[in-house]
């Protein structure tokens, strides 16, 4: 059976960092450390929006996010993610044209402040993720893409990096830390290439198995919950022949999972929309706040939504009689 586990790309991986915490593992896990020290722990910020150019969106994907540092200023993280089977070798060029259009958009809503007076434009981080057969062997630093000549030359031009994550030279165990964000980025791995379906099915199922049985149900979980062409059919044959005898098993486990985390994931959905409603409201949230969202039931949460719209500052929102 010829046939593509992910239909889309574009809409699979953004689907994958719409989970609550994706983002923020995918950016902890693969920017500079010296970068992740200096921005808070909050979830970053989803804003709206696509910079890559329409000819290009076949091959590209992006998604922009809003971070604070922990000194209380901003900065954006730029997530690319590179569907083509081999790199793009003017993606540095590409990348630049993003920033730039990122900064020009950020300058018309933001440059200025109360006063007028311009302010400094927010630090971006580039990060690409990248899933094709060909090793990614293009330089990462934008002036290594110049003809210098002299490296004399070389503090006197543009320069910038970009970090990133070529998914076809890294282990399977070491995608990520995060189980959702880790059975994702393997299915983009093992499963974003045309072929029969069921031996990719049995290829990804095998490789979940040897990073554990855990993985293997959260993967069985998450072909049942996304939009693809694997019938239970299919899927319940390539688990037969990955573990002989418990297909149906898994198949149920990961049913009850999956039901059981739409529960999870509405709450987690709602405390989200929360949170970005204060940070539009009223600015930053403190991260004590944020963590007393992130814990709430949900009638609180929906208290919390009433009050935004009457409170004239954060405390407000949170004060005890009001939350009462």
Same mark, same amino acid.
């Given at each position: 059976?010829?046939?593509?586990?992910?239909?889309?790309?574009?809409?699979?991986?953004?689907?994958?960092?719409?989970?609550?915490?994706?983002? #923020?593992?995918?950016?902890?896990?693969?920017l500079?450390?010296?970068?992740?020290?200096?921005?808070?722990?909050?979830?970053?910020?989803?804003?709206?929006?696509?910079?890559?150019?329409?000819?290009?969106?076949?091959?590209?994907?992006?998604?922009?996010?809003?971070?604070?540092?922990r000194? #209380?200023?901003?900065?954006?993280i730029?997530v690319?993610?590179?569907h083509?089977?081999?790199?793009?070798?003017?993606i540095?060029?590409?990348?630049?044209?993003?920033?730039?259009?990122?900064?020009? @958009?950020?300058?018309?809503?933001?440059?200025?402040?109360?006063?007028?007076r311009?302010r400094?434009?927010?630090?971006i981080?580039?990060?690409?993720?990248?899933?094709?057969?060909?090793?990614?062997?293009?330089?990462? !630093?934008?002036?290594?893409?110049?003809?210098?000549? @002299?490296?004399?030359?070389?503090?006197?031009v543009l @320069?910038?990096?970009?970090?990133?994550? @070529?998914?076809?030279?890294?282990?399977?165990?070491?995608?990520?830390?995060?189980?959702? =964000?880790?059975?994702?980025?393997?299915?983009?791995?093992?499963?974003?290439?045309?072929?029969?379906?069921?031996?990719?099915?049995?290829?990804l199922?095998?490789?979940?198995?040897?990073? #554990?049985?855990?993985?293997?149900?959260?993967?069985?979980?998450?072909?049942?919950?996304?939009? !693809?062409?694997v019938?239970?059919?299919?899927?319940?044959?390539?688990?037969?022949?990955?573990?002989p005898?418990?297909?149906?098993?898994?198949?149920?486990?990961?049913d009850?999972?999956?039901?059981e985390?739409?529960?999870?994931?509405?709450?987690?959905?709602?405390?989200?929309? =929360?949170?970005?409603?204060?940070?539009?409201?009223?600015g930053?949230?403190?991260?004590?706040?944020?963590?007393?969202?992130? #814990?709430?039931?949900?009638?609180?949460?929906?208290?919390?939504?009433?009050?935004?719209?009457?409170?004239?500052?954060?405390?407000?929102?949170?004060?005890?009689?009001?939350?009462?």
């Open positions: 059976m010829q046939s593509r586990l992910i239909q889309r790309h574009d809409q699979f991986f953004k689907h994958l960092l719409d989970h609550p915490g994706t983002a #923020g593992a995918l950016i902890r896990e693969r500079p450390k010296a970068v992740t020290e200096l921005i808070s722990p909050a979830d970053p910020v989803l804003l709206p929006g696509t910079f890559v150019d329409k000819e290009l969106r076949e091959y590209r994907t992006d998604r922009l996010y809003g971070v604070t540092t000194t #209380g200023g901003a900065a954006f730029y690319l993610m590179e083509k089977s081999s790199p793009d070798p003017r540095d060029l590409q990348l630049l044209g993003y920033e730039t259009r990122i900064w020009q @958009d950020w300058d018309r809503r933001e440059g200025r402040d109360a006063d007028g311009v400094k434009q927010p630090p981080f580039p990060l690409v993720v990248y899933h094709g057969e060909a090793e990614w062997r293009i330089p990462l !630093n934008f002036a290594d893409c110049l003809d210098l000549g @002299d490296e004399a030359m070389r503090p006197h @320069d910038f990096r970009y970090s990133l994550l @070529d998914l076809g030279r890294i282990d399977d165990g070491g995608l990520s830390k995060a189980e959702r =964000l880790r059975v994702g980025l393997l299915i983009l791995k093992h499963g974003s290439r045309d072929g029969d379906l069921h031996h990719t099915l049995v290829r199922g095998r490789a979940a198995l040897a990073l #554990g049985p855990d993985d293997l149900i959260a993967l069985v979980r998450y072909i049942m919950a996304e939009p !693809n062409a019938e239970a059919a299919i899927l319940r044959n390539a688990l037969r022949e990955i573990v005898g418990q297909e149906t098993r898994l198949m149920t486990i990961a009850e999972f999956r039901a985390g739409i529960l999870i994931g509405e709450a987690r959905g709602k405390a989200e929309i =929360l949170l970005r409603q204060l940070r539009r409201r009223f930053s949230v403190p991260e004590d706040r944020a963590e007393r969202i992130s #814990g709430a039931s949900d009638d609180q949460l929906n208290t919390w939504a009433e009050i935004i719209l009457d409170a004239a500052t954060l405390d407000e929102v949170f004060a005890e009689h009001r939350a009462n």
